[in-house]
Every structure is written in structure tokens, then in C-alpha cells.
């Protein structure tokens, strides 16, 4: 009786002992069970079961048990994060548990031209990136994002910073919305705003400036020369005659064809900077960091005139009198738009 009692502690003995070295080189040798790069979408809400599952039959892990074991003895107190993950190379279970509570999920590049408006952004990111076009726009209202730079805001038009985001699968609209806003202030300095004060101008009306001048131009350079322009307007109290906002005013109440006629530059609306004075209510887009910094600091010019030479450059008048024949030279002759 005492040999058996003994033969059964050494087999379980050497059992426990056998278990315990294949728990470890199973815990802690790197697994690859698949031949090519895979994608992972773990749902929200998910349990570690469910994962497990998951990650057992993508032969990312090599024991679903022992995974289970491990995540109870050692990350118990850790979630993981809902997304889409890409394993491509050999992981051992810590690593594999690891990325998925610090939420290592695949990122998308997204990049954001500067000069669009929230709906022109909306439809950017549905078509192209599969955002839902509609809670992109209903998110877009919500103005506490801002309202410590712009108590006046209805929308987030102008704050939304163009750039290139890397976004993840279950990245949400509002998310979006929000960290493009705060790109915006990381990139809004404070310097910035002490420059605002010093020309008594309001973070709205920076933008708002900023905006018009992003329309006007995609040279870099010419952006401190049309912001010198404008400038100049708004100190004599003429009318900034920005073209853009007649057109984003059209474009509000869903008249815009495509180009701009005689009858659309009389549409009573306060972005038609022909016919009211100062700058329009608001942002007509999404300005750049280069739009914005010419807002800020225009060259110091006596110009109140532009005419556009080319699609890129611009002829620039002191007076009404050159300006006609700037026009005459490289609008009629040419038969182009006027700007």
C-alpha cells in the first residue's frame, strides 16, 4: 500500500512537473501558428473567454487554457481594449495580453486638406474613410470644445486643424472631432493669442480672416500679401470683397452651381463681403497654420487690391486705377474670373 501511495506522489508529482514546464514554454516561448499577417477585431464588451477563442483559432496563441491561467494570475486587473489589431510576428502570451490592454490597435493615416468646410470634411471622411457622414456633422456642433476661445460659435468650423491623423477602426466621429480640435490649440499658441490681442482681434476673427485668405490662395508667400490686403481693408472700412464667402454663403443655402454669376454676388446674406462691410460672421473653411499665421502677421504693404495672373499668383494694387488696368491685363484679355 505504501509503494502504491508513493508511485501515485511521483506520477502526480512528475505530472505537476510536466504541466508546469509546458505551461511555462507555452506561456513564455514566442507563437506563430499562422503563415501570413493577421487582423484581429475584438468587439467591445468582449470576455477574456470569447478572446481567448478568438486568439486560439487565429493560432495567435498556442493553449487557450494556459492563456486564461496566465491572464487570471497576472492581469487580472486589466481590461482589454476593443479594436483591430494586426499580428505579423511571434508573440509570447505577456506580449500578445499586453497589447491588448494598452489597446496597440492598427492606425489608419487620414490626411485633412487645408480650406474645407465641416460638411466637405464630412463627406472626405465617409467616403473615404467610412466615418458616418451625419454624426460627423452632429457632432460638429458641439461648441463647448471651444467655447473658452469663441463664445459665439454655432459649429466648429475653423477649428478643426487639417493635418494627417492615424485613426483606428473603432475610432468614433465625435473622437475625431475632438482631437482635431485639439491639434488646433497645440498648434494656436499662446504667442498666438497675445499676437490676437496686439491687433485687437478675436480668436474668431483670426480664424475668420484666415480662412478667407486660405480661399484666396495656395501660395505660401502670397497668403502675408492678400493678408496685408485685407488688413488694409478693415482699417479704412471698405468692404473686403473676398469672392470665397459669396460662395460659401451659396453653398449654405444649397444654390452654388459650380461658379459664380452676376445675380449670386447680390445674395443678401452677411458672408457676402461685397455688399457688408468688415469680416463675415464667421469661418468660411478650415484654415492652415500658414493661413493663420499670414492672419497674424500680414507684410506691411499699402495694398487694397488683388487680381489673379494665374491660377498660384497675383497682381497687387495700390489703387483703384492700377487695379482696372490689372484687370483688364489679366481678367478680360484673358477671360478669366474676376476675384
Known sequence: ????????????????????????????????????????????????????????????????????IYYRLFFKDSKFRSGEYFFEKPLTMKEVISKLVKGDVLLYKITIKEGL?????????????????????????????????????DDLEGYLFPETYLISKSTTESELLKTMVKRFRDNF????????????????????????????????DERFLISSVFHNRLKLGMPMGCDPTIIYALKREDKYTGKLGWKDLKIDSPYNTRLYKGLPPGPICNPGLHSIEAALFPEHTSYLYFVAKDRKTHYFSKNLKEHNWAVRKYIINNGRNKK
Not at 505537476?16 to 503563415?35: E, N, R
Not at 460638411?119 to 461648441?143: I, M, P, Q, V, W
Open 117 to 153: 468646410t465641416i460638411k466637405e470634411t464630412a463627406k472626405f471622411l465617409y467616403e473615404n474613410h467610412g466615418l458616418d457622414y451625419k454624426r460627423f456633422l452632429s457632432a460638429a456642433g458641439e461648441t463647448g470644445h471651444v467655447s473658452d476661445l469663441d463664445e459665439i460659435a
Open 189 to 220: 499658441s499662446e504667442s498666438y493669442r497675445w499676437r490676437a490681442k496686439e491687433l485687437k482681434m478675436t480668436v474668431r476673427e483670426v480664424l475668420t480672416l484666415a480662412s478667407l485668405i486660405e480661399k484666396e490662395t495656395s501660395s505660401r
Open 1 to 68: 500500500m505504501k509503494k502504491l501511495i508513493v508511485l501515485i506522489l511521483i506520477v502526480l508529482l512528475a505530472a505537476a512537473v510536466f504541466t508546469g514546464y509546458d505551461f511555462y514554454k507555452k506561456v513564455a516561448t514566442p507563437f506563430k501558428g499562422y503563415t501570413t499577417p493577421v487582423k484581429v477585431d475584438i468587439m467591445k464588451g468582449s470576455s477574456v473567454t470569447s478572446i481567448a477563442k478568438i486568439l486560439t483559432k487565429k493560432k495567435i496563441i498556442s493553449n487557450f487554457l494556459y492563456f486564461k
